[in-house]
T-cell receptor, first 113, second 111 residues
């Protein structure tokens, strides 16, 4: 069974630009969560989507947004990039079954210059 | 908001020594999950604990959930170089099933 696929793997953007990251969850998983990982702050929850609806949201500014499509694929968008947005962005899908936890993708490494 | 503290931040051990990382929550948890992230990799789910006082084993790894469901530990017996990585705990509490991750403990094993 294919894992969680994130594209692109690496991205370099200029301050002020916007970026869109993509995530395809494990087939059958309807919940997709996004996390930002940095050395200074660790793993920070961005938002969670389930059946095309944002179900939970973390404490990030409105520049961070996302959506989920009917096939459960998800995208997250960051507008007006800042240097501090440089991070590893991880997508995680979940079956919702007890004891199964998250399956993370390999992440997108975003560098803002 | 909920805080999950994890100690130590780093741990150097000689191969064959034991290793323990501790996780403490500011609130009572409904469950706790553990993940391992290899250098340059992504977090991989290891286990979930739900019951007060629960103990689970996976080969050389032993996971414990405290009686008050506010703390947890991961113990590795006789470390190997393949155990290198960062171990994260992630706890959920209250009405939210979204886990809050600890900052992780990075394990360095010297051969």
């Amino acid at each position: 069974k294919a894992g969680v696929t994130q594209t692109p793997r690496y991205l370099i953007k200029t301050r002020g630009q916007q970026v869109t990251l993509s995530c395809s969850p494990i087939s059958g998983h309807r919940s997709v969560s996004w996390y930002q990982q940095t050395p200074g702050q660790g793993l920070q929850f961005l938002f969670e989507y389930f059946s095309e609806t944002q179900r939970n949201k973390g404490n990030f500014p409105g520049r961070f947004s996302g959506r989920q499509f009917s096939n459960s694929r998800s995208e997250m968008n960051v507008s007006t990039l800042e240097l501090g947005d440089s991070a590893l962005y991880l997508c995680a899908s979940s079956s919702g079954l007890e004891g199964h936890g998250y399956t993370f993708g390999s992440g997108t490494r975003l560098t803002v210059v | 908001g909920q805080q999950v503290m994890q100690i130590p931040q780093y741990q150097h051990v000689q191969e064959g020594e034991d290793f323990t990382t501790y996780c403490n929550s500011s609130t009572t948890l409904s469950n706790i999950q553990w993940y391992k992230q290899r250098p340059g990799g992504h977090p991989v789910f290891l286990i979930q604990l739900v019951k007060s006082g629960e103990v689970k084993k996976q080969k050389r790894l032993t996971f414990q959930f405290g009686e008050a469901k506010k703390n947890s530990s991961l113990h590795i017996t006789a470390t190997q170089t393949t155990d290198v990585g960062t171990y994260f705990c992630a706890g959920s509490s209250g009405g939210s099933y979204i886990p809050t991750f600890g900052r992780g403990t990075s394990l360095i094993v010297h051969p």
